[in-house]
């Protein structure tokens, strides 16, 4: 007897469990069906594009940060000589690195500028 109420207790607890995952699984799928198609009327592809781009600060701000990595690559290849080891910084991009190697400068950027303007 008691092997039997263990099992209801179970059964109901999972039952309990399940109602609202099926309630929600529901829902979402009612809002699956027309989410495509009530974000899309009404709006045109200029209108996207201008909520699909980037925001102008964060662009900014990857560029300063690349132009600050460009100048920390420059300057290690200066000071690298001098600092005892014969460690190479990897540069994950090989076409980057190959343009790098031949024009003797990662970046192009003058060093006598400040590192961090």
């Not at 999972?14 to 009612?30: G, K, M, S, T």
């Not at 102008?56 to 920390?72: D, F, G, K, M, S």
């Amino acid at each position: 007897m008691a092997s039997v109420h263990a099992y209801w207790k179970v059964a109901f607890k999972r039952f309990i469990d399940d109602v609202p995952r099926l309630i929600e699984h529901q829902l979402n799928q009612a809002l699956d069906e027309n989410l495509l198609e009530r974000l899309s009327d009404g709006i045109s592809l200029d209108e996207a594009e201008i909520l699909m781009a980037e925001n102008p600060e964060i662009a900014e701000n990857r560029t300063r940060l690349q132009e600050v990595v460009c100048r920390l690559q420059e300057l290690e290849q200066l000071v690298g000589p001098y600092m005892g080891g014969d460690e190479q910084v990897e540069i994950s991009d090989a076409a980057y690195s190959r343009e790098a190697s031949a024009s003797g400068s990662l970046c192009g950027s003058d060093l006598s500028q400040n590192l961090f303007e």
